[in-house]
């Protein structure tokens, strides 16, 4: 069963209005309403522990009651104040969509890639990975495109992003293997994918060490995430946003570029994989750090 919460506080606002509207009579003293701030009859809603969507969800818990679709990251989790270990149930699993792999999570150039890109035609069914509830749903010219968020009973929240056409509502209810969208090329994308994130807790998490994509399957039925392993990316992701780079101007020379950033041409071929005598191009970039 769904429930909306939006649609149960239109109601609330709207009786309250039509209670002062009613009292048409300015002499006669009216009771004072009382003052409900919309957001904070929302986030009552939210935390409520009768709650039947959040009953025995343990995401619940996991995630502190942290309900927004504004943010993929709300929580700001920093990877050390983490458990040590959870366990997470993956028997439900359901592959979003089956495919090849045809990016895989781990650095690009500039950035880093949170994800699995997976091979579909635009149209294709994208289903959901577990059962859950959908968080955001939500439209990123410059990067996701169509994208939906599901925060999962069994603590993971996953990402479907790219698509065509999205096919949940906020706050719905999903099964595992339930259609949520379709496959697409919007937002930042060459060519129809899906790019597939698992995270908990706001942190990515590699999906590929977690599922055999080839075969549609997890590795296992149970995965224990655990600091060292599950996060094991996040050395790379900071040495990647302490990276420095330099764009190669006329009359630049390696010794030139490696005087002017404080370091050696050595280090500057063994940075980016090339050889002192490497033909520079004007406009290039070229990491120096
Ligand atoms: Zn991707």
């Known amino acids: 069963m769904t429930f909306c919460y939006k649609h149960l506080l239109a109601v609330v606002t709207f009786s309250i209005l039509s209670t002062s509207l009613s009292a048409n009579d300015k002499d006669k003293k009216i009771p004072a309403l009382p003052v409900i701030d919309s957001t904070t009859v929302y ?17 619940g818990d996991i995630y502190n009651n942290i309900w927004t679709s504004t943010k993929l990251n709300p929580y700001k989790m920093p990877i050390d ?19 090849h792999i045809t990016s895989k999570f781990g650095p690009r150039r500039y950035r880093y890639h949170y994800g699995t890109d997976i091979k579909l ?9 577990f059962s859950g509830k959908v968080r955001i ?18 603590g993971l929240e996953t990402v479907y992003a790219h ?25 930042r ?21 977690i599922i055999d994509f080839e075969q549609g399957s997890p590795f296992m039925h149970e995965y224990l995430i655990t600091k060292n392993e599950s996060f094991y990316y996040q050395k790379a992701v900071k040495a990647m946003a302490a990276a420095k ?16 950033n404080g370091t050696s041409v050595r280090a500057l071929c063994r940075l980016n994989g090339i050889s002192p005598k490497k033909t520079l191009r004007i406009g290039q970039r070229i990491r120096v750090r």
């Not at 719905?172 to 697409?184: C, D, H, K």
């Open 81 to 99: 104040s983490l458990p040590d270990s959870i366990r997470i149930d993956l028997s439900q699993f359901k592959v979003p969509v089956k495919g």
């Open 121 to 129: 035609f635009t149209g294709d069914s994208v289903v959901s990975s």
């Open 137 to 154: 749903t939500d439209y990123d010219r410059r990067g996701y495109g169509n994208y939906v968020v599901i925060r999962h009973d069994n």
């Open 189 to 209: 994308s060459t060519g129809s994918h899906l790019h597939y994130e698992i995270r908990f807790l706001g942190n990515a998490m590699n999906p590929e060490k």
């Open 163 to 187: 698509l065509s056409k999205v096919l949940v509502e906020l706050d719905q209810r999903v099964e595992a293997g339930e259609t949520i969208g379709l496959g697409g090329n919007t937002g």
């Open 245 to 260: 780079y330099y764009k190669i101007k006329s009359g630049d020379n390696l010794g030139r570029i490696a005087a002017r």
């Open 43 to 59: 986030q009552e809603f939210l935390i409520d522990e009768s709650d039947d969507l959040m009953e025995n969800h343990p995401a």
